[in-house]
T-cell receptor, first 111, second 113 residues
Framework: QQPVQSPQAVILREGEDAVINCSSS?????VHWYRQKHGEAPVFLMI?????EQKGHEKISASFNEKKQQSSLYLTASQLSYSGTYFC????????????FGEGTQLTVNP | DAGVTQSPTHLIKTRGQQVTLRCSPK?????VSWYQQALGQGPQFIFQ???????QRGNFPDRFSGHQFPNYSSELNVNALLLGDSALYLC????????????FGPGTRLLVL
């Protein structure tokens, strides 16, 4: 079953923060976050394995709440380059197994 | 370090025709997955190949078939094309049984007229 992402779209000014959520009704092994710009392939951001860990990558970090089967992606001090569509992909088995993607969150960062 | 490569980048076909898309995995990877991404939607899993066998399959008809070669590269074949097959076809690779994610190629954009 497809994970649910929220919000569907968000518009920010440069320097503002945003949170994107991804929820699943099924038990997950891992959550994978990607960013896709128009006409390009999805680019990997980070992976969260079950265990509720939080990871960070410069101004982008994410958490995974195994109890709630929910992951959140945190974008702080947004930059123009952060614009794109963010997808969460979930895996029920190993991290290399099939990913089920949400419908995406369109993020626009304006000057 | 070579990433995932796909060919061709764009393709135009007519209804009823057949198409073959190609993918070479990232260096060191042995597993290839194929996804279909319609405009404005997330990628949808088609199938996954490891050791030249189809290991997992999504909800796609038998018109969609694939193959993996001994060098880990893969092909996606679609027969009897329908207008609804128009999409971006993405190939992703990873190491079987590993804890890492799947890395995507640039995709092949297929237009069926």
């Amino acid at each position: 079953q497809q994970p649910v992402q929220s919000p569907q779209a968000v518009i920010l000014r440069e320097g503002e923060d945003a949170v994107i959520n991804c929820s699943s009704s099924k038990a997950l092994y891992s959550v994978h976050w990607y960013r896709q710009k128009h006409g390009e392939a999805p680019v990997f951001l980070m992976i969260l394995l079950k265990g509720g860990e939080q990871k960070g990558h410069e101004k982008i970090s994410a958490s995974f709440n195994e109890k709630k089967q929910q992951s959140s992606l945190y974008l702080t001090a947004s930059q123009l380059s952060y614009s794109g569509t963010y997808f969460c992909g979930t895996a029920k088995e190993t991290s290399g197994s099939r990913l089920t993607f949400g419908e995406g969150t369109q993020l626009t960062v304006n000057p | 370090d070579a990433g995932v490569t796909q060919s061709p980048t764009h393709l135009i076909k007519t209804r009823g025709q057949q198409v073959t898309l190609r993918c070479s995995p990232k260096s060191g990877h042995d597993t290839v997955s194929w996804y279909q991404q319609a405009l404005g939607q997330g990628p949808q899993f088609i199938f996954q190949y490891y050791e030249e066998e189809e290991r997992q399959r999504g909800n796609f008809p038998d018109r969609f078939s694939g193959h993996q070669f001994p060098n880990y590269s893969s092909e996606l074949n679609v027969n009897a094309l329908l207008l609804g097959d128009s999409a971006l076809y993405l190939c992703a690779s990873n190491l079987w049984g590993g804890q890492e994610t799947q890395y995507f190629g640039p995709g092949t954009r297929l237009l069926v007229l």
